[in-house]
């Protein structure tokens, strides 16, 4: 009934040419998701219980996270639900960057998942071994570069732009292009995974960072627009505006249950996931630096893992955090969990502010 309700909703609205307006079909998405994901949120998580897909909690973590033990986890598949089916109602299917990135979003979800239901369900605590991850990832992520890089008629495809300098760009070549494109898909995939580790703390910034990116997209995609704030002129990129309106309605959606108390966690199927999407549109509309801005809580968090493990091995044993990644170091030097959350969400929504700020600081 409701796939029917869809079609005719889909069908009456193409009548009226609504199609023709980004905008429009953007926050429609959102909407859109947001449904999907209040309508199929608890009977999702109903089954997730029911199967037992339970989250296991670190015995060396914060004493307050053993109440946790057992909240169905891979609720990530909601948002990928709400996300796949958006853009497939709102979508100009014909647009080549729109298909990109939600291939790279659902590749990276089936990795996520596999990990996931290895640890959960085969109760094998390493999951998707590490290799393998690192592995899969890889693959799809150099796929996407690889194809992103090779697309003929994009004008600033091989430079990196510098949001504070109008007139700069730093050439990178076909190589070049490819190489950061990687690294970052892969770098945002597992900076976001890394952030997954409190109630509603990853994402709420996803939601803020992607609806950040719909307009940079969309900005992107419009040649005069992107004229006149200086920021080069993508074809077809504006499409992505609608996807990341169907991302932020999704996240959004799904915070209405992951919030504290989670009724569920979105695991790494929702997180990998997630991450992947947001670095594939950040390259797509040449605004890599902006992304590592607006989000500076996920690198945060990835750098403070890195030199926690460095510092550790170099000193032979000793720590610079109280525990990595950084929000449990402030969880065990007395904030509440709901404290740092919502502190870091503070922060995040500076950053995606002083990011979006770039397009007149130029």
């Given at each position: 009934?409701?796939?029917?309700?869809?079609?005719?909703?889909?069908?009456?609205?193409?009548?009226?040419?609504?199609f023709?307006?980004?905008?429009?079909?953007?926050?429609?998405?959102?909407?859109?998701?947001?449904?999907?994901?209040?309508?199929?949120?608890?009977?999702?998580?109903?089954?997730l219980?029911?199967?037992?897909?339970?989250?296991?909690?670190?015995?060396?973590?914060?004493?307050?996270?053993?109440?946790?033990?057992?909240?169905?986890?891979?609720?990530?598949?909601l948002i990928?639900?709400?996300?796949?089916?958006?853009?497939?109602?709102?979508?100009?299917?014909?647009n080549?960057?729109?298909?990109?990135?939600?291939?790279?979003?659902?590749?990276?979800?089936?990795?996520?998942?596999?990990?996931d239901?290895?640890?959960?369900?085969?109760?094998?605590?390493?999951?998707?071994?590490?290799?393998?991850?690192?592995?899969?990832?890889?693959?799809?992520?150099?796929?996407?570069?690889?194809?992103l890089?090779?697309?003929?008629?994009?004008?600033?495809?091989?430079?990196?732009?510098?949001?504070?300098?109008?007139?700069?760009?730093?050439?990178?070549?076909?190589?070049?292009?490819?190489?950061?494109?990687?690294?970052?898909?892969?770098?945002?995939?597992?900076?976001?995974?890394l952030?997954?580790?409190?109630?509603?703390?990853?994402?709420?910034?996803?939601?803020?960072?992607?609806?950040?990116?719909?307009?940079?997209?969309?900005?992107?995609?419009?040649?005069?627009?992107?004229?006149y704030?200086?920021?080069?002129?993508?074809?077809?990129?504006g499409e992505?505006?609608?996807?990341?309106?169907?991302?932020?309605?999704?996240?959004?959606?799904?915070?209405?249950?992951?919030?504290?108390?989670?009724?569920?966690?979105?695991?790494?199927?929702?997180?990998?996931a997630?991450?992947?999407?947001?670095?594939?549109?950040?390259?797509?509309?040449?605004?890599?630096?902006?992304?590592?801005?607006?989000?500076?809580?996920?690198?945060?968090?990835?750098?403070?893992?890195?030199?926690?493990?460095?510092?550790?091995?170099?000193?032979?044993?000793?720590?610079?955090?109280?525990m990595?990644?950084?929000?449990?170091?402030?969880?065990?030097?007395?904030?509440?969990?709901t404290?740092?959350?919502?502190?870091?969400?503070?922060?995040?929504?500076?950053?995606v502010?002083?990011?979006?700020?770039?397009?007149?600081?130029?």
């Open positions: 009934m409701l796939l029917e309700l869809a079609q005719w909703l889909a069908q009456d609205i193409r009548a009226f040419n609504v023709g307006y980004i905008t429009l079909r953007t926050v429609l998405a959102a909407m859109t998701a947001l449904v999907i994901s209040f309508v199929f949120g608890p009977p999702v998580i109903r089954w219980a029911a199967k037992k897909i339970g989250q296991s909690v670190r015995n060396d973590g914060p004493k307050s996270h053993l109440t946790k033990a057992g909240t169905p986890t891979m609720g990530g598949a990928l639900i709400s996300i796949g089916i958006t853009t497939l109602l709102w979508g100009d299917l014909s080549r960057y729109l298909w990109v990135v939600l291939l790279v979003t659902l590749g990276f979800g089936t990795v996520g998942w596999v990990d239901w290895r640890k959960v369900v085969h109760r094998n605590p390493k999951g998707l071994p590490a290799r393998w991850k690192f592995f899969w990832q890889s693959v799809i992520g150099l796929a996407a570069a690889v194809y890089g090779l697309l003929p008629g994009v004008p600033a495809a091989q430079e990196l732009i510098i949001p504070f300098l109008k007139t700069f760009a730093y050439p990178l070549g076909v190589i070049g292009f490819i190489g950061l494109t990687y690294l970052v898909i892969v770098g945002t995939s597992n900076a976001v995974n952030t997954d580790g409190l109630d509603g703390l990853a994402i709420m910034p996803t939601a803020l960072v992607g609806g950040a990116l719909a307009i940079f997209a969309y900005v992107a995609g419009h040649a005069v627009f992107s004229k704030l200086g920021v080069p002129h993508i074809p077809g990129a992505l505006a609608v996807f990341c309106g169907a991302l932020a309605g999704a996240a959004l959606g799904f915070l209405w249950f992951n919030a504290y108390p989670a009724e569920v966690f979105m695991g790494d199927v929702g997180a990998l997630l991450g992947a999407a947001l670095g594939t549109v950040a390259v797509v509309v040449r605004q890599e630096v902006v992304l590592f801005i607006m989000g500076g809580l996920f690198v945060a968090e990835t750098l403070s893992v890195m030199v926690q493990v460095l510092y550790f091995k170099w000193s032979g044993g000793r720590r610079i955090f109280r990595a990644p950084l929000h449990h170091h402030y969880e065990l030097g007395g904030w509440k969990e404290q740092v959350v919502v502190r870091f969400w503070i922060i995040t929504i500076l950053l502010l002083f990011g979006l700020s770039t397009l007149k600081l130029r």
